[in-house]
């Protein structure tokens, strides 16, 4: 039997590939190939996509995040609630404007921020909130909301694996002040390379994101501040701009393999998703208490599991010199022990889904 992949990048092209070849050799006949109408036209498709009033693509996720940080005045001597567990981009943001990354612990069902923990983390060093949608769930985004307007702070969503999902029925875009996007190529909306995005409904947040990312500048050769280089490239937003017409439909393709997964599985905890949360399944992610012998039989049966994350950006080598130790976060850390992520994508087959369910159920009981 055919090996399952984790992940089928090739198959998102394969499935679109007249329109993708289309849509490449056209910008790269244009001659046209920094920011330019090809951008322009993507960002106003998902910026319509996401019903935020603007979008400003940028070069990455962690660039999107960065910006966003960097035009609110986040900066050194200020401190930046995050996700104890978390991708590690969401506290390097942080870390690279300067300011200090302050982690709580997640909601032990949800895995996404508790809103009961942020109000213990706030002082008065605070600036912003970052509230990531974890493996395509939406974040609980009114309480949380509640405690960033009550204590005037800003709130940034890292929204990276949320394309499409929505939060009480309203698409994930623009609750809060500026909504991050990775278009890295195994995102629910990937390009062909690096790519990313903010959304927001903040005219001048937007422009001053606009502006950031082109060192500094709005007319060319006037350098309005000390700016980055951190641009949409043409030939990615043309291809995302072919790609996010189908996005609706993958999601959907996404959702059924998820129900699937959820009403088949057997010997593994299985995502918990709130009646108000219509998650994006970017992963699927179930704990075992013997997580890695699980991966292992699985990987000797063909079948691709990842760990979203092995580390916690608290125990990385990264954040040594903070003092963190082990124990400090332990839902972060558990999940980091116990989370095997399954595989799942829009071109998956209804049969490798049953051999996926059919594996993890002879397996994972008797683990
Ligand atoms: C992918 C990802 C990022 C970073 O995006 P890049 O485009 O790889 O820079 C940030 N946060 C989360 C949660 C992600 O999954």
Known sequence: MAA??????????????????????????????????????????????????????????????????????????QEVIVPSNTFIATWLAVSAVGATPIPIEPDAQTYNMDPALLESAITPRTRAVIAVHLYGQPADLDPILAVTRARNLFLIEDAAQAHGATYKDIRVGAHGDAVCWSFYPGKNLGAMGDAGAVTTNNTDLAEHISTLRNYGSRVKYVNEEQGTNSRLDPIQAAVLGVKLTHLDEWTQARRTIARRYSDGLAGVTTPHVPNWANPAWHLYVVRHPRRDTLMQVLADEGIGTMIHYPIPPHLQVAYAKCGYTKGMFPLAETFADDMLSLPIGPQMSHADQDRVIEAVNRIAPKL
Not at 46 to 73: K, P, Y
């Open 4 to 77: 399952i992949p984790f992940l089928d990048l090739r198959a998102g092209y394969l499935a679109l590939q007249d329109d993708i070849d289309a849509a490449v050799a056209r910008v790269v006949n244009s001659g046209w190939y920094i920011m330019g109408p090809e951008v322009e036209i993507f960002e106003a498709a998902f910026a319509a996509f996401c019903g935020a009033s603007h979008c400003a693509g940028v070069a990455n996720g962690l660039d999107a995040l960065v910006l966003s940080l960097r035009a609110l005045g986040v900066g050194p001597g």
